[in-house]
């Protein structure tokens, strides 16, 4: 089946307006995870949902960063008032338990 | 919180030779331990995972063992060759459901 997809592949932007980046999980993985990747290190997570549970915000760095999700579908990830220390690939993840799936990612830029 | 290292940080091998790359972790209530291969530009894919409950798991080529008194894992790669050439990210967490904390990864190298 679809795995799961993120939207833009691609953002450049410039520093202090805000971005809003997109992820579709698997259809029936009820967990959802947003990790930050800069050049060239691991994964730092940032924001997990699970089913109608409170989001675990623990990883968030800053309150510029927020998320949402729809249900058990769609979530979004929105930076306000970007800075250049937000450049990275943001990987959203999701699963039924274990293991987790990664998408493909969103490169942000901000200049 | 979990800490998880990584070591090395890069490894070159020549095509054929084994190689191993060793993870630690800090909580001893962790009890799940993936490995992820990422290509360069690509998204992690999971290689294999291990659960606490076991002690070694094994995948063709592939094989984790794991240390729950020492607190480390190990991902093993036997006759490789240069497509296993990616970076390699173990990581930890204390039960499905969890955030994943990951290592800093290791860049492997195979030469032909």
């Known amino acids: 089946g679809a795995g799961v997809s993120q939207s833009p592949s691609n953002k450049v932007t410039e520093k202090g307006k805000d971005v809003e980046l997109r992820c579709d999980p698997i259809?029936?993985?009820?967990?959802l995870y947003w990790y930050r990747q800069r050049l060239g290190q691991g994964l730092e997570f940032l924001i997990y949902?699970?089913?109608?549970?409170?989001?675990?915000k623990s990883g968030l760095p800053s309150d510029r960063f927020s998320a949402e999700r729809t249900g058990e579908s769609v979530s979004t990830l929105t930076i306000q008032r970007t800075q250049q220390e937000d450049s990275a690939v943001y990987l959203c993840?999701?699963?039924?338990?274990?293991?987790?799936?990664f998408g493909p990612g969103t490169r942000l830029t901000v200049l | 919180g979990e800490n998880v290292e990584q070591h090395p940080s890069t490894l070159s091998v020549q095509e054929g030779d084994s190689a191993v790359i060793k993870c630690t972790y800090s909580?001893?209530?962790?009890?799940?331990f993936p490995w992820y291969k990422q290509e360069l530009g690509k998204r992690p894919q999971l290689i294999i995972d291990?659960?606490?409950?076991?002690g070694e798991k094994k995948d063709q080529r592939i094989a984790v063992t794991l240390n729950k008194t020492a607190k480390h894992f190990s991902l093993h790669i036997t006759e490789t060759q240069p497509e296993d050439s990616a970076v390699y990210f173990c990581?930890?967490?204390?039960?499905?459901?969890?955030?994943?904390?990951f290592g800093t990864g290791t860049r492997l190298l195979v030469s032909p």
């Open positions: 993840a999701s699963s039924r338990q274990d293991p987790q799936y």
């Open positions: 259809s029936g993985h009820t967990a």
């Open positions: 949902f699970q089913g109608n549970s409170a989001p675990d």
């Open positions: 909580d001893s209530a962790s009890n799940y």
């Open positions: 291990i659960r606490s409950n076991v």
């Open positions: 990581a930890a967490s204390n039960r499905g459901f969890q955030k994943l904390v």
